[in-house]
């Protein structure tokens, strides 16, 4: 069964650091979204980008964030200086429609800022 | 008021048992709806999507009452590996957002 796969699983970085996530969504799929989970939290919608472009993004997804489809499978999530408040399990997510349509999600990377 | 709104639980409930949770949204003209289940630590996993007729998939049927902006889920003859935090998720269509929006899930513990 095809599936989302995300790196790392698990990174811990300094504050202030930039951290590349990064995610290949399913083959076949044209939607692709990020959302990110703060322990003990609910799953929160950050952006979801369609034919090279944003197509809607959160309040969340402020100026130190950006996303990136350089080659055609990668998806990657750049934070650029990393804040405490980042410190959360960010999920990929792809799908073939962009709404009323089933999205899968990758396992996620989590990700520590100290 | 939450966009979509569950009861935190947690539920315990022994194997076999029947078990419903319940779920609100605050947009009247959400149109899409799904139950994921999500384990501790992974990813939220889709269950199933919410049809306004209702819908059953082996043990588990979901209902949508959209006058009441109220979605169901049953979980008949309960397993212990159901043990896990049950996510309403809507999608808002009409207010041009397309994302899907995430309740803060419904945890279940089913007990042997």
């Known amino acids: 069964e095809p599936e989302v796969t995300q790196t790392p699983s698990h990174q811990v970085t300094q504050m202030g650091q930039e951290v590349i996530l990064r995610c290949v969504p399913i083959s076949n799929h044209l939607y692709f979204y990020w959302y990110r989970q703060i322990l003990g939290q609910k799953v929160e919608f950050l952006v979801s980008?369609?034919?090279?472009?944003?197509?809607?993004k959160s309040e969340i997804f402020d100026d130190q964030f950006s996303v990136e489809r350089p080659d055609g499978s990668n998806f990657t999530l750049k934070i650029r200086s990393t804040k405490l408040e980042d410190s959360a399990m960010y999920f990929c997510?792809?799908?073939?429609?962009?709404?009323?349509?089933?999205?899968?999600f990758g396992e996620g990377s989590w990700l520590t800022v100290v | 008021r939450k966009e979509v709104e569950q009861d935190p639980g947690p539920f315990n409930v022994p194997e076999g048992a029947t078990v419903a949770f319940n779920c609100t949204y605050s947009n009247s003209a959400s149109q899409s709806f799904f139950w994921y289940r999500q384990d501790c630590r992974k990813e939220p996993k889709l269950l199933m999507s919410?049809?306004?007729s209702g819908n059953e998939d082996g043990r588990f049927t979901a209902q949508l009452n959209r006058a009441s902006q109220y979605i169901s889920l049953l979980i008949r003859d309960s397993k212990l590996s159901d043990s896990a935090t049950y996510l309403c998720?809507?999608?808002?269509?009409?207010?041009?957002?397309?994302?899907?929006?995430f309740g803060s899930g419904t945890r279940l513990q089913v007990q042997p």
């Open positions: 919410v049809y306004s």
């Open positions: 998720v809507v999608n808002m269509e009409d207010t041009g957002r397309r994302a899907l929006t």
């Open positions: 997510a792809s799908g073939q429609l962009s709404s009323g349509n089933t999205i899968y």
């Open positions: 980008f369609y034919n090279n472009e944003i197509s809607e």
